[in-house]
């Protein structure tokens, strides 16, 4: 017997699988990405570089930058002792480690076509290196350059959620609420928002895992300059009619939430989306109002309000 009443037809997999989730584990995370560990694939795909190189945190980003550049000069530097220090002009070292720095130094200078012309090289063999690392370098700093384009030019969304959903009383029930900015100063226009909820129910025996689209009282807007408070009302049309607390716990319920909107700066469109767990939800609570007008009367948003809650006396 199914644990909610199937109420809408929708599509019961929504790319998740229908295998019950076990242990109240996350089917999507609350920065959206799927709670997926993915094992059996290469460690390294050089097809996949770009992807890679352009989608990793800033400071991982700069630690494969520098690594790089180290071994590249790393490199260099042991091929020019291999053919001899004595073929670059000016180096002074003596000991084997100064000759190393001299020729990873004089590698640094040639790969970024500084130049300094304290050591310069001579001999066919040498030039000859010498050249081949500076074309090297050239098309190294493009690429980079390159890269950090598309790491500053790619769109992303900085749309926040709030922590909590709430289920505050709405007409002559209740709604499930959460709300949603926009911390960047762009215009966000034409947004979609849609809400899912996934729990295991038993059909025909089996336990599964079911998806259900949850109803919004508006699940667009033209521009979202404020705040954006979604609403479902808690009807009889609902999956979650007259379920309590303990109930949602028993079926590990979720819920999505999938924001998609057209960003006026780079003029593409972005998806965001983020879920909570039968823990995130306040009942018989409200959230409070973010915005208020200042004396001049102009309206001011306080963004440190987002998570801002209070319980409701029934």
């Known amino acids: 017997m199914s644990f909610f009443k199937r109420r809408v037809q929708f599509n019961d997999d929504l790319g998740f699988g229908s295998a019950p989730v076990i242990k109240n584990q996350r089917v999507l995370n609350t ?11 290469p460690w390294f795909k050089f097809d996949d570089t770009y992807t890679r190189l352009v989608t990793m945190s800033w400071p991982r980003f700069f630690l494969v930058i520098l690594i790089a550049y180290l071994i590249v000069n790393t490199l260099f530097a042991v091929a020019y002792n291999v053919i001899g220090i004595e073929n670059l002009n000016g180096a002074k070292g003596i000991t084997l480690r100064d000759q190393f720095f001299d020729a990873f130094f004089f590698s640094a200078q040639t790969i970024s076509t500084v130049g300094y012309g304290h050591i310069s090289p001579q001999g066919f063999i040498t030039s000859v290196l010498a050249a081949f690392e500076s074309m090297l370098g050239l098309l190294a700093f493009a690429l980079a350059t390159g890269l950090l384009y598309g790491r500053f030019s790619r769109p992303t969304s900085k749309v926040s959620f709030s922590k909590k959903m709430v289920i505050a009383p709405y007409h002559n029930g209740s709604g499930l609420m959460c709300r949603l900015v926009n911390l960047r100063k762009n215009a966000l226009i034409d947004i979609e928002a849609q809400m899912i909820v996934t729990f295991n129910e038993t059909i025909e025996g089996k336990l599964k ?18 705040n954006w408070t979604l609403v ?11 379920k309590t607390l303990e109930e949602l716990k028993i079926a590990e319920v979720e819920i999505f939430v999938i924001v998609k909107a057209f960003d006026d700066t780079f003029a593409q469109t972005i998806h965001t989306r983020t879920s909570y767990q039968d823990e995130d939800i306040e009942w018989n609570a409200k959230f409070e109002i973010m915005h208020y007008h200042n004396e001049e009367g102009k309206t001011v948003m306080d963004y440190s309000r987002l998570d801002e809650i209070n319980k409701v006396v029934i």
């Open 232 to 242: 479902h009302a808690i009807n009889s049309d609902s999956p979650l009619f007259e």
């Open 209 to 226: 895992r079911s998806f259900y689209p949850l109803e919004l009282e508006r699940n667009n807007i033209s521009i979202l300059s404020l």
């Open 31 to 41: 920065d959206g990405t799927p709670n997926i560990e993915r094992t059996g694939l």
